[in-house]
């Protein structure tokens, strides 16, 4: 099924923060997606004991692979959100693939304790200095296509009470 979400970035990474149970101000300065290949690198050092591990393919796109275990105090922000553990989940790890030739983030990994993917971020079909025109970021989604306002789901979910600690969880 496809789905289109919008949303203001910097609300919606405020409150993506404040629903795993962080302080977004105790993040590092560039989380907020930075700009350059270098500034990434730098944030998810921040974050990450990151290791080169080699040159990899996403989608086609050549990348430079990086690995890393969450930081000590990283790993107790991620233990001590109460979305994550109302969930089951216990963030450990992210790989991380920047372009070979761009150095653009071309995808993200996110582990859990034991190795499995909790999510995965890939951006593909990226064109670079591609000069725009006026009114390029007008856009009408397919006829039948839900749109979600991310920003206020993100909200909604973030105002609902948790769920108790002796809940049991059905399977998903």
Known sequence: MKQVMKGDRDAIQSLSAGMAGLNPSALPQDS???STPGAMLDAFSEMYDLTYSGVDSVEGVEVYAFEGEAKPEYKEMFRQSPQ????????DAARFFLGKDDGFLRKVEVLMEDGTVFTTQTYSNVTLNESLPQGAFSYTPPE???VMDLGQQLQQQNQAPPADAGEERGPN
Do not use: R
């Not at 994550?84 to 963030?91: D, I, N, P």
């Open 84 to 91: 994550l553990a109302q969930m089951g989940v216990t963030l």
């Open 144 to 146: 039948g296509v839900p």
């Open 32 to 34: 907020a997606m930075p």
